[in-house]
């Protein structure tokens, strides 16, 4: 049986009387594409520096494909490449000497180094900028540089953190594809992202951290059917100052100041509930079924959870 990609358990971390991560569990399974979401200050960024080995860690157990990150930090730090937050280049080094400095750090020869720099230059077209350092670069070019240094020693799980904060959307729709690309070739994906609707097209499965606390780890389509309610909008020619007691026995509610009717879709009760509305003189002006959204579901477990 394969060991999962990454695998959490008990995990718990301090800074000093601060508890930034609180008995977390939850693993990621090879192939996968994980979304770790959470408000700021949940411990995201705590928990992939530790992961990474970049933080200690008080107490339980983290694994990479097996391998315990503080006791085999070597081995499980190879199969991992990091997308951090920041950029964080050494500023005098060109675009091409910081992709072969990382894979100096991974023992790749020299040789090899180059030829592989030169392949995810051209992937990521930064070819034309391979002699300028670091300080010349744009935003959006250093997001690219940061994604292809990360990929220089060909690990197995990416770990990127807020890869498309700030850039434009063509270069985030690039990157998008980019990833789906990579994840379908193999590569595990750990994003964390505070653009739900990114997790939502990307991700396959989605874990929720909340004040240190694990909230939610399932299948993305699962979360959202088991929290979230698909919905029914029948928008009315006039306004209703009062909810009929008949429609609400239904479980009809009066939404938008009383213009539009909502029902929930699993209570099966739309048909019945469009002749109460007729036998009322009330003309119907439009209807719309409301999928619920992977944000409503977020909003719904950060929201409520103390």
């Known amino acids: 049986m394969n060991d999962p990609a990454i695998e959490i358990k008990g995990l718990t971390k301090f800074y000093r009387h601060f508890k930034a991560l609180d008995d977390i569990s939850f693993q990621v399974e090879e192939g996968d594409f994980f979304g770790f979401l959470g408000p700021n ?8 520096s530790v992961i990474t080995g ?22 499980a730090r190879a199969l991992i490449g990091l997308v951090p937050q920041e950029f964080n280049f050494d500023p005098f080094l060109t675009a ?14 020299k040789g090899k180094a180059r030829l592989r720099a030169d392949d995810l230059l051209n992937e990521f077209g930064l070819s034309s900028y391979r002699r300028l350092d670091f300080r010349k670069l744009s935003g959006g070019l250093k997001r690219r540089l940061l ?31 980019f990833f789906k690309e990579a994840n379908r070739k193999g590569i595990t994906i750990f994003l964390t992202t505070h653009y739900i609707e990114e997790a939502e097209k990307l991700c396959n499965r989605i ?18 059917k088991r929290i979230g309610h698909d919905t029914i909008e029948i928008q009315l020619d006039r306004t209703l100052p009062t909810m009929p007691e008949s429609f609400s026995e239904l479980g009809a509610e009066l939404m938008q100041g009383g213009t539009i009717i909502q029902l929930p879709q699993e209570n099966q009760q739309f048909s019945k509930l469009l002749r109460l509305i007729h036998a009322q003189g009330i ?21 409520n959870k103390k």
């Open 41 to 48: 200050g949940a411990g995201k960024t705590t928990t992939i």
């Open 207 to 224: 874990g929720v951290i909340h004040e240190g606390k694990m909230v939610e780890v399932d299948e993305k389509n699962n979360l959202i």
């Open 54 to 75: 970049l933080a200690n860690y008080n107490s339980g157990s983290v694994r990479v494909f097996g391998h315990d990150v503080t006791r085999e930090y070597r081995a």
């Open 96 to 109: 091409e000497q910081i992709l072969i400095y990382e894979a100096g750090y991974f023992g790749l020869p």
């Open 283 to 303: 003309d119907i002006l439009n209807i719309n079924s409301k999928k619920t959204t992977l944000e409503e579901v977020f909003i719904h477990l950060t929201r």
């Open 147 to 177: 994604i292809a240094r990360a990929l220089m020693h060909q690990p197995r799980i990416l770990i990127v953190d807020e890869p498309t904060a700030g850039l434009d959307l063509e270069l985030r729709y690039k990157l998008w594809d």
